[in-house]
């Protein structure tokens, strides 16, 4: 039995297909280079990580235009950073310690669900626990945030404020400052993705040392 997903256009996405695809992308793949697998699986240096939504709509590889082996990813549900997240602590430790990725982006997005979720005051479940993190942001800016009253605009500058303050929390991490500290060359970005025009807007917040934190981040090795 297959379970029928319609996609947003109605287009039926079926188990089978899925399956059906694969072996098409494999064909048309090996078609462009016989050797793409053989070097793929010899194994992976990817420049960088990417902590992105989980959103459908934002897949790294396709928005940036590259392909696999290059980028190693890590999404959550509206890209929360904290210091809790094993998972999230995990990609980043291995990511950075081993992979040694030379850039790390928290991408953000508009019309992020999440986000909308967190501005308001509905409960949806145990993902409100979740998304409470993004209240703190909220809390974080409160003094900006309660002076926009356009509601789409309150949204858009809550997801751009959820993926600056993301960036600044992988700042932050103990991984993040070792690394700097052991001079390796590593930079930190903020990123907000458009699913209107699926272009990505650079939030300007990047970080390549330990200089810009705010010192009660900062940590002695
Ligand atoms: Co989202």
Redesign the pocket.
């Known amino acids: 039995m297959c379970a029928k997903i319609e996609t947003q256009d109605n287009k039926a996405i079926t188990y089978e297909g899925l399956l059906e695809g694969n072996k098409a992308w494999v064909a048309d793949t090996l078609k462009e280079d016989p050797e793409f697998f053989n070097k793929l699986s010899a194994g992976q240096a990817p420049p960088v990580l990417w902590i992105g ?3 459908s709509r ?1 897949p790294a590889n396709q928005i940036t235009n590259t392909m696999p082996g290059d980028i190693f990813v890590h999404r959550n ?3 929360v950073v904290t210091h809790t997240d094993m998972n999230l602590l995990s990609v980043l430790d291995y990511s950075v310690n081993v992979l040694k990725v030379k850039h790390i982006i928290v991408c ?2 508009y ?5 909308n979720a967190a501005l308001g005051d509905k409960q949806v479940g145990l993902i409100d626990n979740w998304l409470r993190n993004i209240k703190d942001v909220y809390r974080i800016h409160e003094r900006e945030m309660s002076t926009i009253k356009d509601p789409v605009r309150k949204s858009e500058r809550l ?1 751009e404020l959820n993926a600056i303050e993301g960036a600044a929390n992988v700042m932050s991490t103990s991984i993040v400052q070792n690394a700097w500290a052991a001079g390796q060359e590593l930079s930190v970005h903020a990123w907000v993705y458009s699913l209107k025009t699926g272009l990505i807007t650079d939030m300007k917040v990047s970080a390549s040392n330990s200089e810009d934190l705010s010192p009660v981040f900062k940590m002695q090795a």
Do not use: M
Not at 111 to 115: K, L
């Open positions: 939504c989980s959103d934002v549900i509206a890209n953000g997005h019309g992020c669900g999440g986000v997801v």
